[in-house]
């Protein structure tokens, strides 16, 4: 948590050295993103308009495209800042030592404190637009820790099962990570089963049917444990 907060620190300090002129823009472009954001929670981000957002700070439209070039930089922007802010926080619990659970709980924790954020970047797509290539370092430091915390508690050797033998030779998602098939297994079940739940219950399709989301959260944190340990 520390690191965290220094990372902060630094950028602050860094942002009160900047040239007036460059900490005005920085302070418009802050402000825009957080009228997209009120935005993307009310209508979605298929809804975005950077006129709607000029005419809520008093600007013009024209004004804020010397901003933001389209509406399309404005949702990269939102969408960065959504990836830099689940790694910050995978990077701030993995400080503690690499631990499976407490990963899967703080992204439960982090979805649950902003569903908007979650959905922006694991939800539907928003139409017409592509994610830049930039953003690949940031998914691959949020999958680093959670192959970290896979291959820590990696099982003894086991016979190779059909997706471990394809996982063995199809492993460019997870970068130049060493982990073993069944930590790569691990990893992907928490990637899957998890980001399942989490979709369903920020969209709302566990309504009315009486259960705890938390307890099925829980019980599927256990099973991606121990999978590719069978």
Sequence with gaps: MGGTRGRRRQAVAAAETRPPRERYRAQVREEAKQHARQQIATAGASALSLNAIAKQMGMSGPALYRYFANRDELITELITDA?????????????????????????????????????????????????????????????????????????PAEPPSPLAAHLADHRAWAGDHPASPAALRR????????????????????????????????????????????
């Design 83 to 155: 990836y830099r802010s689940l790694a910050d926080t995978f990077r701030a619990r993995a400080e503690t030592g690499p631990d499976l659970a407490g990963l899967a709980h703080a992204l439960r924790d982090w979805a649950l404190a902003d569903p908007q954020r979650y959905l922006l970047i694991y939800g539907t797509p928003v139409p017409g637009y592509h994610a830049p290539a930039d953003t690949t370092r940031i998914t691959q430091e949020i999958m680093g820790h959670i192959l970290d915390a896979c291959a820590a508690g990696d099982p």
């Design 187 to 230: 990893a992907l079940a928490f990637w899957t089963r998890l980001h399942g739940v989490l979709s369903l219950e920020l969209a709302g399709h566990f309504t009315g049917m009486g259960l705890d989301v938390a307890e099925l959260y829980a019980d599927e944190v256990l099973a991606v444990g121990q999978a590719g340990l069978s």
